[in-house]
């Protein structure tokens, strides 16, 4: 089995202003989209292998539907400052394989034979960060040139080669612990939630620190 990290969703303010402070950094914004019949809607940062996504709910009657609910997004953005983990984090798979335990979810925006492999730890552990798994993930600079994103940035960041999460909760579920098991993210006690994003190594020793507009820490 061969997994990547595919992307991270920060559940951030209705209209994701924190992005502005990264554009001006020399970040480049990508193309913003909506999930239709989820609620949600989200400006992205698009790099070499992977993606930076800023999502808020922007429909509570579709994030609270019966079929949206199972994911917890409603709650999780709601909540993101009483507690909740305002994470997500995407693995993508080389060879079709899951690596936690998960169950398909299949929202409206997607065709219908396609489905998202969700954590089962998403039914009742808002502590930690959804997981999931999309069959049709790709490295950013492998896209079509209909669906290409800017993936150049002033700043010079190219590749996403370290994922921390850091979290006030030191015991891992099984599904957590399965995507830790892929070395693809590690796992840090803080006071707070926040995620650290590494940079082609940090070769450079730099780090940008986004908080508290944005649980985030960029090193490169």
Same mark, same amino acid.
């Given at each position: ?105 299949? $929202?409206?925006?997607? +065709?219908?034979? /396609? ?8 039914? #009742?552990?808002? &502590?930690? @960060? ?19 994103? $800017?993936?150049?940035? +002033?700043?010079? /960041? ?8 850091? #979290?006030?909760? &030191?015991? @891992? ?41 944005? @649980? ?5």
């Amino acid at each position: 089995m061969a997994f990547e990290f595919d992307h991270l969703f920060i559940c951030t303010d209705v209209g994701a202003n924190a992005a502005d402070h990264l554009v001006s950094l020399g970040l480049r914004e990508g193309s913003s989209s909506t999930h239709p019949g989820q609620g949600t809607a989200n400006r992205r940062f698009f790099f070499h292998n992977a993606k930076l996504e800023l999502l808020w709910v922007h429909s509570p009657e579709e994030a609270k539907s019966d079929l949206i609910n199972p994911t917890h997004l409603w709650e999780r953005w709601r909540d993101r400052q009483q507690g909740a983990c305002p994470f997500g984090f995407c693995l993508r798979s080389t060879d079709a394989s899951i690596a936690f335990s998960s169950w398909a979810y299949r $929202p409206p925006y997607l +065709p219908k034979t /396609l489905s998202i492999a969700v954590g089962t730890n998403s039914f #009742s552990l808002l &502590t930690e @960060p959804m997981l999931f798994q999309t069959p049709f993930g790709q490295r950013p600079d492998h896209f079509s040139a209909e669906k290409a994103q $800017p993936i150049n940035h +002033p700043l010079g /960041l190219r590749e996403i080669t370290r994922v921390e999460f850091v #979290s006030p909760h &030191t015991i @891992p579920s099984p599904e957590l612990q399965a995507v830790l098991d892929t070395r693809q993210l590690s796992l840090r006690t803080g006071v707070d939630y926040s995620v650290e994003l590494g940079f082609d190594q940090e070769t450079q020793g730099q780090k940008i620190d986004f908080r508290p507009d944005l @649980p985030l820490v960029i090193c490169y």
